[in-house]
């Protein structure tokens, strides 16, 4: 059924009303249908995790998720991380810490590692490693973007200490 359906995805606080087929993925609609270009695909199977995003406070995978399942959801994608101009600290620890080189994974890295950080700003190394591990890249042999997180989490327990 090739049916297009009515939705609105509320994405990083903006809300897009647009109209789907039930089929429609999730990355899609909010790349194609709602411009939001940041979320990448790789290998849209629900393996690499370069679409991760935040729906309702979880990490999800958007190539996994339909967009009609996401209507209504509290959405945050790569494009709301910073605030204006000002990167978030995990954003600028990837830079200073040189976490991503093509940075086709990087968004979803960040989101995954966003959510994790807000989860628990306490979280120990071995757990972030385990919460890392479920995402790819082809590019930094990880050391780095493992290193980005850690100094990340470390900085934001230094402004907000337990
Ligand atoms: S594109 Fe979604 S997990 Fe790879
Ligand atoms: S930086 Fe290139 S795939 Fe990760």
Redesign the pocket.
Known sequence: MNEKIDITLTINGRDYPIRVEPRKTLVDAIRDDCGQTGTHIGCEHGVCGTCTIIVDELAVRSCLMFAVQASGKKIRTVEGLADGDELSVLQRAFIDNHG???????PGFLMLATNALEKNPQIDDEELLDVLASNL????GYQNIIKAVKAARDELQARSPA
């Open positions: 991503l080189q093509c940075g086709y994974c990087t890249c082809r590019c930094t």
